[in-house]
């Protein structure tokens, strides 16, 4: 197994092992605001998502690609995708009791290699998915390659704030007060280092935006959210050029 392949089981095992308290510490340690901040993902889709087919790629336990399908109507089809079938259980159970109909459904689905053709969605989301790709390179590679074009990816990620007072509050929250809390409600403290490890760790709004353009998607903007502890990334798959 390559080292790709063991960082993929490994953040698998990790999902796998809090699936079951990962709602709760989310709601808990945000203070609910991902639930706003998903809600706002969902207008980043500003023409509305009525007679759209949009993948949820890296879906946990579904919250964005329910927020998708309840915002739109029979014409949406939300397909959310995860790696971690302990994720997709809980995501199961939700959508069960939404009654969502055929708007929504969930599958397994590894972000490196999504079994879809090119071209066969008009959006593709991601919420505080991509961040955890063994290779985030690969992962956009393959979010862009299903998107048709025209059509507009959507990822919601944590970024770290650029006010020096709110960082400085914040980082003590984030690497102190939230592994511990997390640690006792999920009993897996090592899950909640690992959330800000990677945040601090991951590319910038702007080397992530830079990123998003060399894969050829054009549009591509940042909106900061909340002091800029999270934002979202959009960016639109060009029509390809004729001759
Ligand atoms: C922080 S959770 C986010 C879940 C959900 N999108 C949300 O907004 O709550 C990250 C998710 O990414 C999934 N994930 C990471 N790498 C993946 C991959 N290569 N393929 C599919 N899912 C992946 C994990 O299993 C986990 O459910």
Not at 5 to 19: C, G, H, L, T, Y
Not at 69 to 79: F, K, N, W
Not at 136 to 161: H, N, Q, S
């Amino acid at each position: 197994m390559n080292t790709t392949d063991q960082k993929a089981q490994a953040v698998e095992r990790m999902f796998s092992s809090i699936a079951a308290r990962y709602d709760l510490l989310n709601h808990l340690l945000s203070l609910g605001f991902d639930i706003r901040w998903r809600n706002t993902a969902v207008a980043a889709f500003s023409g509305g998502v009525e007679n759209k087919k949009i993948l949820d790629v890296a879906c946990g336990t579904g919250d964005l690609a329910m927020a998708l399908a309840l915002a739109g109507d029979d014409s949406t089809q939300v397909v959310g995708g995860d790696f971690s079938s302990n994720m997709l259980a809980i995501g199961q159970e939700k959508v069960a009791k939404a009654d969502l109909g055929a708007r929504l459904s969930l599958e397994f689905l590894d972000a490196l290699n999504i079994g879809h053709p090119d071209g066969s969605f008009d959006g593709v989301t991601c919420a505080f998915g991509v961040r955890n790709f063994a290779d985030l390179d690969r992962g956009l590679t393959e979010m862009a390659r299903i998107l048709k074009p025209g059509g507009r990816m959507v990822i919601l990620e944590f970024t770290t704030p650029t006010n020096r007072v709110i960082a400085a509050a914040y980082r003590l929250y984030f690497t102190r007060i939230l592994p511990f809390i997390g640690g006792v409600i999920s009993g897996n403290r090592g899950a909640y280092e690992y959330l800000p490890d990677t945040v601090y760790k991951f590319p910038t709004p702007d080397q992530l935006s830079a990123r998003l353009g060399v894969l050829g998607l054009a549009e591509v903007g940042f909106t900061p959210l909340t002091f800029g502890i999270c934002g979202i990334h959009t960016g639109v798959k060009p029509a390809p050029t004729e001759g």
